[in-house]
C-alpha cells in the first residue's frame, strides 16, 4: 500500500521552481486572495495525474494525510485517486467516498480542485437519484468552494441532458459576489446550451439583464455575434 509520503516524495521529483512560481500567481495565493498562503511544488497536471495511477489502492487515512499538506499537487493527487477508486467502486464504497470527500471539502480549496473532482465523485453519485438536496445544502453553505461543487457537479446531470439543476442553481447563484462562481455558472449554462440551446436561451432570455457580466459572457461563448450583441446590449 502506497502511503502519503512515498507519493509525496515522487511529487517533488517533478519539482520546478519556475512552474511553482507561476502558480502561486495564477492560483492567486496573496493576501486576501481566494488561495492565500497555498503552496506549489511545480509538478504539471499530467505528472501529477501519473504518480495518482500507480497509487489507485491508497487508503482514506493516507489520502486524508494528502488532503492535508501544505502542497497542492498533493491534495490534487489526493482527489484524482480519490476520482478514481469511485469510479471502479462498488455502491456501498462509493458512499463511503461520497462522506469522505465531503468531510474534507475544506481541503478541496482552489477551483481547478473542486473542477477536478466533483462531478466524478458529487455529480456521478446524484445523477440517477431523485434526491439531491445536498446541492442546495452545498450551495447554502458559506464555504466558496462547496458552493463551485454543488454548480460545478451538474456537469454530470448535463451529459445526460438533465438541467433542471443547473438552471436552478445559476438563479440560486445569481447574487453571488464571487467571480468564481460567475464563471462555473457561466460555463455550466454554456455546457448546458452546447446540448439544448433553448435550455440557454430561455435561461438568457430571463435573467441577462440581471446577470453578473462574467457569468454572462462565459455564458454566451458559442451563441452567434448577433445573439452575444444582443444579449451584452443590457
Known amino acids: 500500500m502506497m502511503t502519503a509520503e512515498k507519493i509525496k516524495q515522487r511529487l517533488l521529483a517533478f519539482g520546478n521552481t519556475e512552474k511553482a512560481e507561476h502558480s502561486r500567481y495564477f492560483f492567486k495565493t496573496g493576501k486576501g486572495q481566494y488561495g492565500e498562503g497555498d503552496k506549489f511544488i511545480g509538478c504539471t497536471v499530467p505528472e501529477t495525474r501519473g504518480v495518482a495511477g500507480t497509487c489507485k489502492e491508497t487508503s482514506f487515512a493516507e489520502l486524508e494525510k494528502l488532503l492535508n499538506d501544505e502542497f497542492h499537487e498533493c491534495r490534487l493527487c489526493a482527489l484524482i485517486i480519490l476520482s478514481a477508486q469511485f469510479q471502479r467502486a462498488s455502491e456501498l464504497k462509493r458512499g463511503e467516498i461520497v462522506d469522505f470527500y465531503l468531510s474534507h471539502t475544506h481541503r478541496v480549496n482552489n477551483w481547478d480542485l473542486v473542477d477536478l473532482s466533483c462531478c466524478q465523485i458529487i455529480g456521478e453519485w446524484l445523477k440517477e437519484r431523485q ?25 454530470a446531470f448535463i451529459r445526460n441532458n438533465d438541467f433542471t439543476d443547473t438552471l436552478r442553481l445559476c438563479e440560486l447563484f445569481l447574487t453571488h459576489t464571487h467571480d468564481l ?25 430571463r435573467y441577462y439583464s ?25
Do not use: N
Open 131 to 155: 434526491d439531491r438536496t445536498l446541492l442546495y445544502t452545498l450551495a447554502q453553505s458559506g464555504l466558496l468552494w462547496e458552493q463551485r461543487i454543488a454548480v460545478v457537479s451538474t456537469m
Open 181 to 205: 462562481i460567475h464563471k462555473a455558472c457561466g460555463w455550466m449554462l454554456r455546457e448546458a446550451g452546447k446540448r439544448d440551446e433553448m435550455i440557454l436561451t430561455g435561461f438568457l432570455d
Open 210 to 234: 440581471v446577470m453578473p457580466r462574467t457569468m454572462l459572457r462565459y455564458s454566451i461563448e458559442r451563441l452567434s455575434p448577433a445573439q452575444k450583441s444582443k444579449y451584452m446590449q443590457r
